[in-house]
């Protein structure tokens, strides 16, 4: 029977000062580093597990520059969670695949966004970007409704720049 040890749950801080909240030196640091490294490869034993706090972190910042809801993050990772399960990430980036499952759910909850837009934010090609969103597709089963062009509106009138300054004529 294998033997599991439970231990404490350590937290390496980023900072780079001492107890006395003196500046360590060089040599210090690159220990400290290669400990934190150490720790957090102990805490995710498998590349699976690492892979997806990986993912999640970047989830994290994905939410940050594209103004994300909390519902919509939550269901991300849970397609993303899905599709590492199947495998569908074996081959392809994280981001890409992440930016695929973003996508994937702003389609499903009618949020406005566009492939271009998310490849921007996450330095995706749009082509492997859409790639990867038309394997989720096929491979996870899941139907997506049509995009409401009502909700798009307000992005083509700022792109027209079109404002209430703006008269028209009816011809």
Request: hydrophobic residues 40%; charged residues 30%.
């Amino acid at each position: 029977m294998a033997r599991h040890d439970i231990g404490l749950s350590t937290i390496i801080g980023t900072q780079n000062i001492d107890a006395d909240g003196h500046i360590l030196d060089a040599a210090t640091r690159c220990r400290m580093e290669r400990l934190r490294t150490r720790d957090l490869r102990i805490k995710a034993t498998c590349h699976n597990i690492r892979n997806l706090i990986f993912a999640l972190n970047q989830l994290k910042t994905l939410k940050d520059r594209l103004g994300l809801s909390d519902t919509l993050v939550e269901k991300t990772a849970y397609i993303y969670r899905k599709a590492h399960k199947k495998g569908l990430v074996r081959g392809r980036t994280i981001s890409a695949v992440l930016a695929a499952a973003v996508y994937f759910t702003c389609r499903e909850l009618g949020i406005p966004k566009t492939l271009k837009e998310i490849a921007d934010v996450t330095n995706t090609k749009r082509k492997t970007l859409a790639k990867c969103y038309r394997q989720l597709v096929s491979d996870l089963d899941i139907k997506i409704p049509m995009v409401d062009s009502t909700k798009c509106i307000v992005k083509v009138a700022n792109r027209a720049n079109l404002n209430k300054k703006t008269k028209y004529k009816v011809v």
